[in-house]
């Protein structure tokens, strides 16, 4: 089968999918195909895109691939919506950064980050999909754990948890707020505190606190 | 040990504090708007930024006259304090009147351990997840930013039909109805026990909501055949019906009339497609 034929299908595919489609099960559709031929022939139908200055693209989210509308032309798309765009309050953000980054992580656990009752965004980020129960820890009340669906990669345009960008490392945010002191008769930084607190801060509970 | 840096006397924080904002014209004359703070932690970062204090060596007692000023000036305006912020105003306190206090010496373990370390890693793994959900914001988010090809997606639910937003009453009256009808566990002959476990029901639920977009609650209760089902396996599906819908998996929709109120039946529909609906089983166990 001619590569103009299988880019064809392949974009029919992914027209008319439901969710992102992974390169693996659109090479079982597309005739004489495999996996790497796949992702050479859809990244051809990008370069068309591009060249034509068509208003979508094929991208890489959820271990999938998508065909989406360029972000320039959201404006037109939320007009012709009858539903409000997505919105995401500044709360229910901090707490899928939390798990994004910690999971599976308790409720417990990321009140204690965000200083603050966490329930009532957490249901709403289980209705949303965006966050599921990932189990219990085995300690007494067998709390739940929370952890990210593949629903939060396809909304954030993420392929995996790897690409969420590395989170600051503590000793820069140190120096960063360590370095606004501009007082008089401040003394310097105070040894003491400074690897006190990086000590806590890198015994945070993290199995995973980098994503791999 | 003390906490240096000058010590702003009381009744002197800076006023940016509170940005009071008059509402547009038309507001009515004392109608402000607050900083949207997320909480103590969000708050205290403020401060330390806006005064520009060095976080390696917080001046907790200035930090703490100005977190309580903040506190008052919410009181004044009637803002419900909620409990997290009175809660940092007592660690402030315990902070400062520790620092004050001369070590004592059955404490020598304790000599290298400033009592505001803990604070201060907490602001700064703090400040760790503002700084990523503020880069997740910025990314181009679907249904906001980018809008996605969809081909078959879940079938709508019909028109004028509501998700139930406070219904475990009505839950609860129609498993009553159901459960009238259900026979007593009398025991004429002995009857060998048939355990149902609440995951079973999912299982057998997820599959008839896999083959069918609905189903309708109470039905769904009373069973496929003739007789009424025994009052455990009752039980068990009426739990296995609400663990779903909290983990999201089902969604539960009643009719609405004209005024709002609930009418006709309540139906049971999946919130998730069909491979999701499967994979999500092992879970909820």
């Keep these: 089968m001619s590569p103009e034929e299988q880019r064809r299908i392949l974009e029919a595919l992914l027209l008319a999918a439901a969710e992102p489609v992974t390169a693996r099960r659109l090479s079982s559709v597309v005739p004489e195909s495999n996996t790497a031929q796949v992702r050479e022939r859809l990244a051809e139908l990008n370069q068309g895109y591009e060249a034509e200055g068509r208003g979508f693209r094929i991208e890489e989210v959820g271990g999938g691939y998508q065909l989406r509308t360029l972000p320039e032309l959201a404006p037109y798309l939320q007009a012709l919506r009858p539903s409000p765009p997505l919105r995401m309050s500044r709360a229910a953000l901090e707490t899928l950064a939390i798990v994004a980054y910690q999971q599976p992580l308790t409720r417990a656990e990321i009140e204690h980050v965000r200083g603050v009752d966490v329930g009532a965004v957490v249901r709403s980020l289980l209705e949303r999909r965006l966050v599921r129960v990932a189990g219990h820890r085995e300690v007494p009340g067998r709390p739940m754990l929370y952890a990210t669906t593949p629903r939060f990669l396809e909304v954030f345009g993420l392929d995996s948890l790897s690409d969420l960008p590395t989170l600051r490392e503590i000793e820069d945010l140190l120096h960063e707020y360590a370095a606004g002191s501009t007082e008089e008769g401040a003394e310097g930084p105070d040894p003491a505190l400074l690897a006190a607190a990086l000590a806590e801060a890198d015994a945070e509970p993290t199995p995973g606190s980098k994503p791999h | ?285």
Aim: hydrophobic letters at 45%; glycine letters at 6%; aromatic letters at 4%.
């Design chain 2, 1 to 285: 040990m003390s906490s240096s840096g000058p010590e702003s006397p009381l009744g002197d924080a800076p006023a940016s504090i509170l940005a009071f904002e008059p509402i547009a014209e038309g507001g009515s004359a004392c109608s402000v708007r607050l900083p949207a703070f997320e909480g103590p932690l969000d708050l205290l970062l403020h401060l330390i930024r806006e005064d520009e204090l060095d976080i390696t060596n917080l001046p907790i007692a200035r930090v703490a006259v100005q977190y309580l000023e903040y506190l008052g000036l919410m009181r004044e305006l009637r803002l419900d304090v909620a409990a997290e912020y009175l809660v940092m105003a007592a660690t402030l306190a315990w902070i400062k009147s520790r620092l004050l206090l001369p070590p004592s010496e059955d404490d020598e373990l304790d000599e290298e351990l400033d009592p505001r370390a803990e604070l201060v890693a907490r602001l700064l793994a703090y400040q760790r997840y503002k700084e990523a959900a503020t880069e997740l914001e910025r990314r181009p988010l679907l249904d906001r930013d980018v809008f996605a090809a969809r081909g078959a997606e879940l079938p709508e639910p019909e028109e004028g039909e509501r998700e139930i937003q406070v219904g475990l009453v009505q839950l609860v009256d129609a498993l009553r109805r159901v459960l009238k009808e259900a026979p007593e566990g009398t025991a004429i002959h002995q009857v060998v026990s048939e355990p149902v476990t609440v995951r079973e029901c999912m299982v057998a639920l997820v599959d008839a909501l896999e083959a069918a977009d609905s189903l309708e609650f109470e039905a769904w209760l009373r069973g496929p055949g003739e007789a009424p089902l025994n009052r455990s396996i009752l039980v068990a599906t009426f739990l296995a019906i609400l663990e779903l819908a909290r983990v999201s998996v089902l969604r539960i929709y009643q009719s609405l009339d004209e005024d709002g109120a609930p009418r006709g039946p309540i139906r049971l529909r999946r919130a998730v497609g069909g491979t999701e609906l499967r994979e999500r089983l092992p879970e909820l166990a």
